[in-house]
């Protein structure tokens, strides 16, 4: 197959319909392999991806994962373990992504577990009988948080692909939530990089000479390079006693406040957690400067952002069930 390109100024990169064509390809692949799973992962109805079924799909582009070692972490008051994976182009060695997760003792399955001992009976016969509850030994932590960096780091560069084969892109280890608390949920994975380019979904880097963050884009021969533009300036503060340029309900841009206020109660999205998740949102999908005011980040959006950010968020509200909205 011949590979077709296009200049940019970014670079060259792959045309969008032989990029799909090669997805969907690999979907394929992908759904035949993971549809012979004698257990697969079933929650409501639809189907999650193992850590090793994302090793599966990351063979096909060329992906690993180098993990390193868990840590003991207290947060809160609460004990648990931290790792951190990278995800690394096998052909090239370079680092293109990365994730840190958290597995702590606050979650359901990790505090505890039942600790049980044969006992012979009256009748003769021995019977196994949980005695007592001992805690669940620190290294199947850490081995739980090793394994849910690497699913993450997968997924960041690889979900799309995942849903195009009728999957839900994330990872299963990050799905045994039902009980843990909106803190627990937030501090579970984290992205790796502030520096994180939304036109090709990995990070940016920067070492040795490098004078600026960028990384290689895929698929270029010679290899062609991204650079991290620079952050837009905040937008001056009003001085006191005059009108804002930003009304409480309607943004200059265009964002209407009160319609995302009511989106992000329906996601789930309320207190310190929610504000988290949205200003995430705004940096790694749009490029946004972190602020501690979430209204300096929405009113940095552009009026075409603001456009993709709202059939984002409109995606995720249909994506809850009826019986909960």
Known sequence: MTLQTMNKEVGIIILPEVQLANAQVAARALKDVISKKPKPVIMNGEQY?????????????????????????EIDGVKGAKA???????????????????????????????????????????????????????????????????????SNRLRWVVVLAGYRGTPA??????TASAAVRE???????????????VNFFKKG???????PIDGTSPVQWCNEPEAPPEPPKAAAGA??????????????????????????????AGKKELSDLLRLNFGIQVAKDLTVMLSALTTEQVASFKREIERRVENIPPVLR
């Open 49 to 73: 991806l193992e850590y090793e079924d994302w090793q599966t799909v990351a063979q096909f582009y060329g992906y690993t994962v180098k993990t390193g070692d868990a840590v003991a972490v």
């Open 84 to 154: 951190h994976a990278d995800l690394v182009d096998f052909h090239t060695g370079l680092i293109v992504g990365g994730a840190e997760a958290y597995c702590m003792r606050d979650e359901e399955k990790w505090n505890t577990r039942p600790k049980y001992e044969w006992q012979e009976q009256p009748d003769g016969q021995n019977k196994r009988v949980k005695i007592a509850d001992e805690p669940v030994p620190w290294f199947q932590l850490a081995s739980m948080a090793q394994t849910r960096a690497g699913a993450k780091a997968f």
């Open 173 to 178: 280890e990050e799905m045994n939530e039902d």
């Open 187 to 201: 501090r579970r994975t984290i992205d790796k990089s502030v520096h994180f380019c939304t036109v090709h979904n």
């Open 209 to 215: 000479r490098m004078t600026g963050y960028s990384h």
């Open 243 to 272: 009108e804002s340029q930003v009304t409480e309900k309607m943004l200059a841009n265009g964002l209407d406040q009160e319609w995302l206020r009511g989106a992000v109660q329906l996601i789930g999205w309320t207190g310190n």
